[in-house]
Protein backbone atom coordinates (compact mmCIF):
# COMPACT_ATOMS: atom_id res chain seq x y z
CA UNK A 1 0.00 0.00 0.00
CA UNK A 2 1.03 3.75 -0.23
CA UNK A 3 0.79 6.29 1.75
CA UNK A 4 -2.68 6.96 0.93
CA UNK A 5 -4.11 2.91 1.78
CA UNK A 6 -4.05 2.07 -1.67
CA UNK A 7 -2.57 -1.36 -2.55
CA UNK A 8 -0.99 -1.73 -5.90
CA UNK A 9 -1.64 -4.82 -8.50
CA UNK A 10 1.44 -5.75 -10.59
CA UNK A 11 -0.20 -4.96 -13.75
CA UNK A 12 0.88 -7.71 -15.24
CA UNK A 13 -1.36 -10.26 -12.83
CA UNK A 14 -4.40 -8.88 -14.66
CA UNK A 15 -3.86 -9.77 -18.22
CA UNK A 16 -4.72 -13.46 -19.14
CA UNK A 17 -2.17 -16.70 -18.93
CA UNK A 18 -1.67 -16.74 -22.34
CA UNK A 19 -0.77 -13.01 -22.82
CA UNK A 20 1.41 -13.27 -19.81
CA UNK A 21 2.99 -16.69 -21.27
CA UNK A 22 4.02 -15.03 -24.46
CA UNK A 23 5.55 -12.12 -22.77
CA UNK A 24 7.74 -14.46 -20.45
CA UNK A 25 8.68 -16.02 -23.64
CA UNK A 26 10.95 -13.01 -24.91
CA UNK A 27 12.20 -12.42 -21.51
CA UNK A 28 16.23 -14.28 -20.90
CA UNK A 29 15.67 -17.24 -18.94
CA UNK A 30 18.24 -16.49 -15.98
CA UNK A 31 15.18 -13.67 -15.18
CA UNK A 32 12.93 -17.08 -14.29
CA UNK A 33 14.04 -18.06 -10.99
CA UNK A 34 12.88 -14.14 -10.16
CA UNK A 35 9.98 -13.81 -12.22
CA UNK A 36 8.51 -17.14 -10.34
CA UNK A 37 8.93 -15.57 -6.66
CA UNK A 38 5.74 -13.04 -8.22
CA UNK A 39 3.02 -15.79 -7.67
CA UNK A 40 2.12 -18.77 -7.40
CA UNK A 41 0.16 -18.24 -10.82
CA UNK A 42 3.41 -17.34 -11.93
CA UNK A 43 5.15 -19.76 -10.67
CA UNK A 44 2.59 -22.35 -12.51
CA UNK A 45 3.51 -20.40 -16.07
CA UNK A 46 7.63 -20.73 -15.92
CA UNK A 47 7.06 -24.61 -14.68
CA UNK A 48 5.13 -25.06 -18.10
CA UNK A 49 6.31 -26.81 -20.69
CA UNK A 50 4.11 -25.16 -23.07
CA UNK A 51 6.61 -21.93 -22.21
CA UNK A 52 9.41 -23.50 -23.68
CA UNK A 53 7.13 -24.42 -26.67
CA UNK A 54 6.48 -20.76 -27.37
CA UNK A 55 10.24 -19.75 -27.01
CA UNK A 56 10.94 -22.03 -29.62
CA UNK A 57 8.20 -20.76 -32.19
CA UNK A 58 9.16 -17.48 -31.42
CA UNK A 59 12.36 -17.94 -31.69
CA UNK A 60 13.46 -16.95 -28.14
CA UNK A 61 15.55 -20.31 -27.37
CA UNK A 62 19.15 -19.23 -26.29
CA UNK A 63 22.03 -20.83 -25.41
CA UNK A 64 22.95 -22.02 -22.16
CA UNK A 65 26.25 -23.94 -20.64
CA UNK A 66 25.74 -26.88 -18.53
CA UNK A 67 28.78 -28.60 -16.76
CA UNK A 68 28.83 -31.35 -14.85
CA UNK A 69 31.49 -31.31 -12.23
CA UNK A 70 32.52 -33.73 -9.56
CA UNK A 71 33.05 -33.44 -6.32
CA UNK A 72 35.81 -35.16 -4.46
CA UNK A 73 35.06 -34.75 -1.11
CA UNK A 74 31.82 -37.53 -1.63
CA UNK A 75 32.78 -38.80 -5.27
CA UNK A 76 29.82 -37.25 -6.52
CA UNK A 77 29.26 -35.86 -10.21
CA UNK A 78 26.48 -33.11 -10.42
CA UNK A 79 25.27 -30.68 -13.57
CA UNK A 80 25.72 -26.99 -13.01
CA UNK A 81 24.26 -23.91 -15.08
CA UNK A 82 26.58 -21.39 -16.07
CA UNK A 83 25.51 -18.01 -14.90
CA UNK A 84 27.61 -14.96 -16.05
CA UNK A 85 28.89 -13.03 -13.75
CA UNK A 86 27.92 -15.24 -11.24
CA UNK A 87 29.36 -18.16 -11.91
CA UNK A 88 28.20 -22.07 -12.14
CA UNK A 89 24.71 -22.52 -10.32
CA UNK A 90 24.41 -26.24 -8.96
CA UNK A 91 21.16 -27.67 -10.92
CA UNK A 92 19.17 -29.16 -7.40
CA UNK A 93 16.54 -31.13 -9.06
CA UNK A 94 18.79 -33.12 -10.80
CA UNK A 95 20.04 -36.27 -9.24
CA UNK A 96 23.86 -37.14 -8.73
CA UNK A 97 25.50 -38.54 -11.40
CA UNK A 98 27.31 -42.00 -10.05
CA UNK A 99 29.94 -41.94 -12.88
CA UNK A 100 31.11 -39.40 -15.62
CA UNK A 101 30.61 -41.06 -18.67
CA UNK A 102 30.06 -39.31 -21.87
CA UNK A 103 26.87 -37.44 -22.49
CA UNK A 104 25.86 -35.13 -25.22
CA UNK A 105 23.08 -32.24 -25.88
CA UNK A 106 21.09 -32.38 -28.36
CA UNK A 107 18.29 -29.09 -28.49
CA UNK A 108 17.04 -28.81 -24.79
CA UNK A 109 18.17 -32.42 -23.98
CA UNK A 110 21.32 -34.28 -22.56
CA UNK A 111 21.59 -37.85 -23.23
CA UNK A 112 23.83 -39.42 -20.59
CA UNK A 113 26.15 -42.61 -21.21
CA UNK A 114 26.69 -44.55 -18.26
CA UNK A 115 29.84 -45.83 -20.13
CA UNK A 116 30.38 -48.68 -17.56
CA UNK A 117 31.16 -51.80 -19.10
CA UNK A 118 29.84 -54.32 -16.38
CA UNK A 119 29.97 -58.10 -17.38
CA UNK A 120 26.20 -59.47 -17.99
CA UNK A 121 24.88 -55.63 -17.60
CA UNK A 122 23.59 -53.84 -20.64
CA UNK A 123 24.56 -49.71 -20.32
CA UNK A 124 21.58 -47.51 -20.42
CA UNK A 125 20.87 -43.76 -21.39
CA UNK A 126 19.34 -41.42 -19.63
CA UNK A 127 18.03 -37.97 -20.42
CA UNK A 128 17.39 -34.64 -18.86
CA UNK A 129 15.18 -32.42 -20.21
CA UNK A 130 16.87 -28.99 -19.37
CA UNK A 131 13.63 -26.89 -19.85
CA UNK A 132 12.24 -28.26 -16.41
CA UNK A 133 15.61 -29.51 -14.97
CA UNK A 134 13.65 -33.22 -14.74
CA UNK A 135 15.58 -36.78 -15.84
CA UNK A 136 12.79 -38.86 -17.83
CA UNK A 137 13.35 -42.18 -18.25
CA UNK A 138 15.95 -44.05 -19.11
CA UNK A 139 16.46 -47.02 -21.75
CA UNK A 140 19.13 -49.58 -22.63
CA UNK A 141 21.71 -49.85 -24.83
CA UNK A 142 21.60 -53.25 -26.67
CA UNK A 143 25.39 -54.11 -25.95
CA UNK A 144 27.18 -53.19 -22.99
CA UNK A 145 29.47 -50.61 -24.16
CA UNK A 146 32.69 -49.13 -22.05
CA UNK A 147 34.47 -45.90 -22.43
CA UNK A 148 32.35 -44.30 -24.34
CA UNK A 149 32.34 -41.10 -26.54
CA UNK A 150 29.29 -39.84 -28.77
CA UNK A 151 28.35 -37.26 -31.64
CA UNK A 152 25.24 -36.05 -32.81
CA UNK A 153 25.10 -36.10 -36.90
CA UNK A 154 20.73 -35.26 -38.06
CA UNK A 155 19.73 -36.05 -35.08
CA UNK A 156 21.25 -39.54 -34.29
CA UNK A 157 23.36 -40.16 -31.75
CA UNK A 158 26.62 -42.08 -32.47
CA UNK A 159 28.28 -43.89 -29.46
CA UNK A 160 31.70 -45.37 -29.62
CA UNK A 161 32.66 -47.73 -27.61
CA UNK A 162 34.51 -50.60 -26.21
CA UNK A 163 32.53 -53.75 -26.28
CA UNK A 164 34.47 -56.89 -25.22
CA UNK A 165 37.92 -56.71 -27.19
CA UNK A 166 36.62 -54.45 -29.94
CA UNK A 167 35.69 -50.93 -30.86
CA UNK A 168 31.95 -50.50 -31.60
CA UNK A 169 29.29 -47.84 -33.06
CA UNK A 170 26.27 -47.75 -31.91
CA UNK A 171 23.69 -44.95 -33.05
CA UNK A 172 20.30 -43.94 -31.36
CA UNK A 173 17.70 -42.25 -33.26
CA UNK A 174 16.36 -40.33 -31.11
CA UNK A 175 13.07 -39.39 -33.26
CA UNK A 176 11.96 -42.77 -33.45
CA UNK A 177 13.69 -43.67 -29.48
CA UNK A 178 15.22 -46.92 -30.99
CA UNK A 179 18.51 -48.07 -31.98
CA UNK A 180 20.05 -48.79 -35.45
CA UNK A 181 22.82 -50.99 -37.36
CA UNK A 182 25.88 -51.14 -34.96
CA UNK A 183 29.41 -50.98 -36.72
CA UNK A 184 32.79 -52.79 -35.75
CA UNK A 185 35.73 -51.09 -35.82
CA UNK A 186 38.15 -53.02 -38.82
CA UNK A 187 40.68 -55.44 -36.99
CA UNK A 188 43.91 -53.32 -38.80
CA UNK A 189 43.33 -50.31 -37.43
CA UNK A 190 44.63 -49.81 -33.85
CA UNK A 191 42.64 -47.11 -31.64
CA UNK A 192 43.75 -46.79 -27.95
CA UNK A 193 41.75 -44.85 -25.06
CA UNK A 194 39.42 -42.23 -26.52
CA UNK A 195 40.27 -40.14 -23.67
CA UNK A 196 39.43 -36.53 -25.07
CA UNK A 197 35.83 -37.17 -26.37
CA UNK A 198 35.07 -36.30 -30.03
CA UNK A 199 34.27 -33.59 -32.34
CA UNK A 200 31.86 -33.71 -35.17
CA UNK A 201 32.74 -32.03 -38.46
CA UNK A 202 31.17 -31.84 -41.81
CA UNK A 203 28.89 -34.69 -41.09
CA UNK A 204 32.21 -37.10 -39.63
CA UNK A 205 32.99 -37.95 -36.13
CA UNK A 206 36.95 -36.95 -35.24
CA UNK A 207 38.11 -38.62 -32.14
CA UNK A 208 41.90 -38.93 -30.86
CA UNK A 209 43.55 -41.46 -28.57
CA UNK A 210 47.17 -40.73 -27.28
CA UNK A 211 48.94 -40.74 -29.92
CA UNK A 212 46.66 -40.53 -33.17
CA UNK A 213 43.75 -39.10 -34.69
CA UNK A 214 41.24 -40.48 -36.64
CA UNK A 215 38.06 -40.00 -38.10
CA UNK A 216 34.78 -42.00 -38.88
CA UNK A 217 32.53 -41.50 -41.44
CA UNK A 218 28.97 -42.32 -41.02
CA UNK A 219 27.40 -42.77 -44.72
CA UNK A 220 30.30 -45.26 -45.37
CA UNK A 221 30.44 -46.71 -42.43
CA UNK A 222 34.12 -46.88 -42.57
CA UNK A 223 37.13 -45.45 -40.24
CA UNK A 224 39.76 -43.76 -41.13
CA UNK A 225 43.44 -42.17 -40.27
CA UNK A 226 43.56 -38.45 -39.96
CA UNK A 227 47.56 -37.26 -40.36
CA UNK A 228 46.92 -33.30 -40.69
CA UNK A 229 45.48 -33.35 -37.27
CA UNK A 230 48.46 -35.09 -36.03
CA UNK A 231 50.54 -32.06 -35.83
CA UNK A 232 48.94 -31.15 -32.77
CA UNK A 233 48.07 -33.16 -29.96
CA UNK A 234 44.36 -31.32 -29.38
CA UNK A 235 42.07 -32.15 -26.59
CA UNK A 236 38.93 -31.15 -24.77
CA UNK A 237 38.33 -29.65 -28.49
CA UNK A 238 34.92 -27.88 -29.94
CA UNK A 239 33.77 -27.03 -33.65
CA UNK A 240 32.33 -23.86 -34.85
CA UNK A 241 31.07 -23.95 -38.30
CA UNK A 242 33.12 -27.16 -39.34
CA UNK A 243 36.36 -25.70 -37.71
CA UNK A 244 37.94 -27.11 -34.78
CA UNK A 245 38.83 -25.04 -31.72
CA UNK A 246 41.23 -26.09 -28.76
CA UNK A 247 43.69 -24.18 -26.39
CA UNK A 248 47.38 -25.79 -26.74
CA UNK A 249 48.27 -25.31 -23.19
CA UNK A 250 51.79 -25.90 -23.62
CA UNK A 251 52.36 -23.15 -26.47
CA UNK A 252 49.72 -20.79 -24.55
CA UNK A 253 48.25 -20.77 -28.06
CA UNK A 254 44.11 -21.15 -29.38
CA UNK A 255 44.37 -22.93 -32.57
CA UNK A 256 42.27 -23.71 -35.07
CA UNK A 257 41.99 -26.28 -38.07
CA UNK A 258 40.03 -25.58 -40.80
CA UNK A 259 39.05 -28.99 -42.41
CA UNK A 260 38.14 -27.56 -46.30
CA UNK A 261 41.59 -26.01 -46.10
CA UNK A 262 43.36 -28.80 -43.87
CA UNK A 263 45.43 -26.39 -41.57
CA UNK A 264 46.14 -25.53 -38.30
CA UNK A 265 46.37 -21.72 -37.90
CA UNK A 266 46.69 -19.49 -34.20
CA UNK A 267 43.48 -17.62 -33.45
CA UNK A 268 45.08 -14.02 -33.57
CA UNK A 269 43.89 -11.71 -30.64
CA UNK A 270 43.58 -15.07 -28.44
CA UNK A 271 47.31 -16.00 -28.39
CA UNK A 272 47.78 -15.29 -25.13
CA UNK A 273 44.53 -16.48 -22.63
CA UNK A 274 46.65 -15.93 -19.47
CA UNK A 275 49.21 -14.02 -18.77
CA UNK A 276 52.94 -15.91 -18.43
CA UNK A 277 53.38 -15.47 -15.28
CA UNK A 278 49.97 -16.70 -13.85
CA UNK A 279 49.96 -19.73 -16.23
CA UNK A 280 53.60 -20.97 -15.66
CA UNK A 281 52.99 -20.77 -11.63
CA UNK A 282 50.80 -23.63 -12.12
CA UNK A 283 52.36 -27.31 -11.86
CA UNK A 284 52.64 -28.86 -15.38
CA UNK A 285 50.14 -31.28 -14.98
CA UNK A 286 47.73 -28.60 -13.64
CA UNK A 287 47.65 -26.81 -16.69
CA UNK A 288 44.53 -27.79 -18.59
CA UNK A 289 42.31 -25.88 -21.18
CA UNK A 290 38.32 -26.93 -22.42
CA UNK A 291 37.17 -25.09 -25.24
CA UNK A 292 32.98 -24.99 -25.86
CA UNK A 293 31.11 -23.73 -28.72
CA UNK A 294 28.46 -21.83 -27.23
CA UNK A 295 25.95 -20.04 -30.25
CA UNK A 296 28.70 -18.40 -32.29
CA UNK A 297 31.26 -17.89 -29.47
CA UNK A 298 33.66 -19.79 -28.21
CA UNK A 299 33.66 -20.34 -23.96
CA UNK A 300 37.51 -21.63 -22.98
CA UNK A 301 37.65 -22.82 -19.31
CA UNK A 302 40.85 -22.96 -17.63
CA UNK A 303 42.44 -23.03 -13.89
CA UNK A 304 44.02 -19.54 -12.61
CA UNK A 305 46.02 -18.66 -9.34
CA UNK A 306 44.85 -15.44 -8.07
CA UNK A 307 47.05 -13.04 -6.08
CA UNK A 308 46.75 -15.64 -2.73
CA UNK A 309 48.07 -18.60 -4.29
CA UNK A 310 44.34 -20.16 -4.49
CA UNK A 311 43.74 -21.88 -7.78
CA UNK A 312 40.29 -21.16 -8.97
CA UNK A 313 38.03 -21.95 -12.21
CA UNK A 314 37.76 -19.79 -14.91
CA UNK A 315 35.68 -18.81 -18.20
CA UNK A 316 36.61 -16.48 -21.33
CA UNK A 317 34.14 -16.05 -23.69
CA UNK A 318 35.51 -15.32 -27.22
CA UNK A 319 33.74 -13.88 -30.07
CA UNK A 320 35.53 -14.83 -33.33
CA UNK A 321 35.52 -13.37 -36.89
CA UNK A 322 37.06 -15.41 -40.05
CA UNK A 323 39.08 -13.21 -42.71
CA UNK A 324 40.60 -13.18 -45.65
CA UNK A 325 43.33 -15.88 -46.40
CA UNK A 326 42.45 -17.93 -43.92
CA UNK A 327 42.87 -15.70 -40.62
CA UNK A 328 40.48 -16.10 -37.58
CA UNK A 329 40.46 -13.43 -35.36
CA UNK A 330 39.07 -13.49 -31.73
CA UNK A 331 37.69 -10.40 -29.42
CA UNK A 332 37.85 -11.18 -25.38
CA UNK A 333 34.26 -10.36 -24.47
CA UNK A 334 33.95 -11.69 -20.93
CA UNK A 335 36.48 -13.56 -18.49
CA UNK A 336 35.92 -14.17 -14.36
CA UNK A 337 36.08 -16.93 -12.06
CA UNK A 338 33.16 -19.63 -12.33
CA UNK A 339 34.31 -22.23 -9.91
CA UNK A 340 36.37 -23.09 -6.94
CA UNK A 341 39.27 -25.02 -6.64
CA UNK A 342 37.95 -27.54 -4.95
CA UNK A 343 35.66 -28.83 -7.35
CA UNK A 344 37.00 -31.16 -10.66
CA UNK A 345 35.51 -29.04 -14.08
CA UNK A 346 34.59 -32.83 -16.08
CA UNK A 347 32.87 -31.09 -18.96
CA UNK A 348 30.55 -28.69 -20.74
CA UNK A 349 27.52 -28.90 -23.29
CA UNK A 350 25.51 -26.13 -24.84
CA UNK A 351 22.03 -26.52 -24.46
CA UNK A 352 19.25 -24.74 -26.45
CA UNK A 353 16.36 -23.76 -24.24
Not at 244 to 263: E, F, G, P, Q, S
Request: glycine share 6%; charged share 25%; aromatic share 12%.
Amino acid sequence: MDSRGFRHSFPMTSLPDDIIMDIIARVPRSYYPTISLISRRFRSIIASPELYTRRSLLRCTEHCLYALIYNPKNGHYHWYILRRHKGFILIPSLPIMHTHGSSVALGSKIYVLDGVYSNGVTSSVLTIDCTSNTVQPSFNIPKAMGETVAGIIDGKIYVLGECGLSKRVMVLNTEKQMWETEVTKPPGLKIGQLWSGCVVMEGKIYMRDLDNSFVYVPKEKKWEMEEMLNSHKWQYACVLDDVLYYYDCLANRLRAYDTKRKVWVVVKGGERLLPETSWLRLPTISRWAYTMSCGEKLAVFFPKLDMIYSTKIWCAEIALERRQGGEIWGKFEWCGAVMDSDLLFVRCLDVMV
